[in-house]
């Protein structure tokens, strides 16, 4: 498996507050992406990242950040909480823009 | 246009079946197709891809079998186990334009194999 490690599992917080998920790599992957998984809507992709302090807007960007200080982490923060972003957020990587990705555990979020 | 359009949205198969999932596309630069399995509580986990180049791929059990003219490409597992069964996702993308090599997802297609 892909040295890929999603923090935390799982969060519940409340409406209104700051969430930070992060994904941690081992595998020296210039690609990083964020994805929500939700019912009848497969993965869609929020947030990704070509290198060091390189990010970019995916489909569904409102209401999330991304930083990626360092090549094994990129972090996604939900600035304001919502409930419509309770989700399950999976990170993935990449060696090329276009190769394959390789998926996390995720992290099932609750927004209450 | 950067829709995949996956079906059926769940599928029930008995052991030893052909399970066949099939997904249509829009987008005609799309040139790398992949299909994900993911089990409950875990991530999706690349089974197989294909690119344009060809018309089918053989992997153990699982086949692609893509139509350029049709856009249209499908996963066929053969002699279906009930260890198969798991969510399955088709999805595309493309070497061109802003979005390059970004995967464009099919909504799944959950797959039971009764014993």
């Known amino acids: 498996d892909a040295g890929i490690t999603q923090s935390p599992r799982h969060k519940v917080t409340e409406t209104g507050t700051p969430v930070t998920l992060r994904c941690h790599q081992t595998e020296n992957h210039r690609y990083m992406y964020w994805y929500r998984q939700d019912p009848g809507h497969g993965l869609r992709l929020i947030h990704y990242?070509?290198?060091?302090?390189?990010?970019d807007k995916g489909e569904v960007s409102d209401g999330y950040s991304v930083s990626r200080s360092k090549t094994e982490d990129f972090l996604l923060t939900l600035e304001s909480a919502t409930s419509s972003q309770t989700s399950v957020y999976f990170c993935?990587?990449?060696?090329?823009?276009?190769?394959?990705?390789?998926f996390g555990d995720g992290t099932r979020l609750s927004i209450l | 246009q950067q829709q995949v359009k996956q079906s059926p949205q769940s599928l029930i198969v008995q052991k030893g079946g052909i399970s066949i999932i099939n997904c249509a596309y829009e987008n005609t630069a799309f040139d790398y197709f992949p299909w994900y399995q993911q089990f409950p509580g875990k991530g999706p986990a690349l089974l197989i891809a294909?690119?344009?180049?060809?018309s089918e791929k053989k992997e153990g059990r699982f086949t692609i079998s893509f139509n350029k003219s049709a856009k249209q490409f499908s996963l066929h597992i053969m002699d279906s186990q009930p260890g198969d069964s798991a969510t399955y996702f088709c999805?595309?993308?493309?070497?061109?334009?802003?979005?390059?090599?970004?995967?464009?997802f099919g909504k799944g297609t959950k797959l039971s194999v009764k014993p």
């Open positions: 999805a595309a993308s493309s070497n061109y334009g802003g979005s390059q090599g970004n995967l464009i």
């Open positions: 993935a990587i990449s060696q090329d823009k276009s190769g394959p990705q390789h």
């Open positions: 294909i690119r344009p180049d060809v």
């Open positions: 990242s070509y290198g060091v302090k390189d990010t």
